[in-house]
């Protein structure tokens, strides 16, 4: 498939799920700039990447699938001033684990060719699906307006401003960190799981929480167990969603 062949679907699929916001990919698209690149001077050795402030994707063309439709989500949900960069739900540096994971959330929901478990960011990915399932189309409208205020604002209805930014701070760690950092890296993620626990407010039934939680990956032969802890998750979930 050509690479126009590849916008011309992916435009289709975004007017089906993202209805009225499409003021940023409508402007983006517009001056849109693609390079194949082997990454060989490049920061990171990704399958793709997009810089924001040149509205340019750089695409290893052995990879293009799933990639290529995760950067245009970003091309999506991306606007830039002069100082600063709104992508999705991060601003700059800030929350852009949770923003990566939900990228990579839609990516496989609306727009992926194989079905698979994800090898791009496992553990945001499914921390954004138990947000995403506890916010639903709040969620998605802010990350597609780059309203990262607007996010923040909907998840306050679920979290203490303490423990959003707890959540964040966490995952943003993770996400510079996961393959070193072993130690503090589990302790993050454990963390996080008992801020989820209190977010979810009985949207999400204890047993469906811990099915989604009940997931294992291994990084350079570490093995992360998001559930190590189970019982104190179970009572920290039915502490948090007792009426």
Aim: glycine content about 2%; hydrophobic content about 35%; overall charge negative.
């Amino acid at each position: 498939m050509e690479l126009k062949s590849y916008i011309l679907n992916f435009t289709k699929n975004l007017k089906e799920i993202g209805q009225n916001n499409l003021d940023n990919y409508q402007r983006n698209i517009k001056t849109l700039k693609i390079e194949i690149s082997d990454f060989t001077n490049r920061k990171t050795n990704n399958a793709a990447t997009y810089n924001e402030r040149e509205n340019k994707i750089y695409l290893r063309d052995l990879f293009i699938d799933d990639s290529f439709y995760h950067e245009l989500l970003h091309v999506a949900s991306t606007k830039v001033d002069e100082d600063n960069i709104y992508s999705g739900i991060s601003l700059n540096d800030y929350n852009v684990g949770l923003n990566e994971g939900f990228t990579q959330l839609l990516t496989e929901e609306y727009f992926s060719i194989n079905k698979e478990d994800t090898l791009t960011y496992p553990y945001e990915t499914l921390v954004a699906k138990i947000i995403y399932l506890i916010m639903g189309k709040d969620m998605l409208n802010s990350y597609l307006q780059a309203d990262i205020n607007g996010f923040l604002n909907n998840l306050s209805n679920y979290l203490s401003k303490e423990d959003i930014q707890l959540l964040i701070n966490n995952l943003d760690f993770i996400h510079r960190n996961l393959y070193q950092e072993e130690k503090e890296v589990k302790e993050k993620m454990h963390n996080i799981t008992l801020i989820l626990s209190k977010a979810s407010k009985s949207v999400i039934e204890l047993s469906d929480f811990i099915d989604i939680l009940d997931y294992t990956i291994n990084i350079n032969g570490n093995e992360y167990d998001f559930l190590a802890n189970i019982e104190e998750v179970k009572n920290e979930y039915r502490k948090n969603n007792s009426r």
